[in-house]
C-alpha cells in the first residue's frame, strides 16, 4: 500500500479523500486507528502552520501518523507552500466568516 503521510516525517501537505479509502495506523503500521473515507481529510495541523506570521518550512509540524492508502485511494492536495500563500493575504485575516 502507497503511504501518504509517515509518522515523524514533515507534514507537507493536507489531502481530502475524493474516492476511496485510506488507513492511519500505530507506530508498528499493523493496527489501523482511523479510518478515512471520501470527504475526510488529514494535514488539518498545517492551517495552525500556515497561520503563524512567522512560518519557515523547516517549521513543518511532523505526522503523528502513518497514513497509507487501502487500495486505489483519490485525493485532492494542498500543499504548505498553497496554505501558506491563501493564509497570507490580508483579506484572510480581516474577512469574518459566516
Known amino acids: 500500500m502507497p503511504w ?11 489531502f481530502f479523500i475524493t474516492q476511496g479509502i485510506a488507513l492511519s495506523c ?3 503500521h499493523s493496527i489501523p486507528t482511523r479510518r478515512l473515507e471520501t ?8 492551517l495552525s502552520w500556515a497561520t503563524t506570521a512567522s512560518t519557515s518550512f523547516s517549521d513543518l509540524p511532523n505526522s503523528r501518523h502513518t497514513v497509507k492508502a ?3 485511494v483519490e485525493l485532492f492536495a494542498l500543499q504548505a507552500a ?3 500563500r491563501v493564509f ?5 485575516h480581516s474577512s469574518r466568516f459566516t
Open 4 to 14: 501518504l503521510s509517515r509518522e515523524g516525517e514533515p507534514v507537507d501537505m493536507m
Open 26 to 28: 500505530t507506530t508498528d
Open 39 to 46: 470527504g475526510d481529510c488529514y494535514g488539518e495541523e498545517l
Open 70 to 72: 487501502h487500495k486505489t
Open 82 to 84: 498553497d496554505l501558506q
Open 88 to 92: 497570507s493575504q490580508p483579506s484572510i
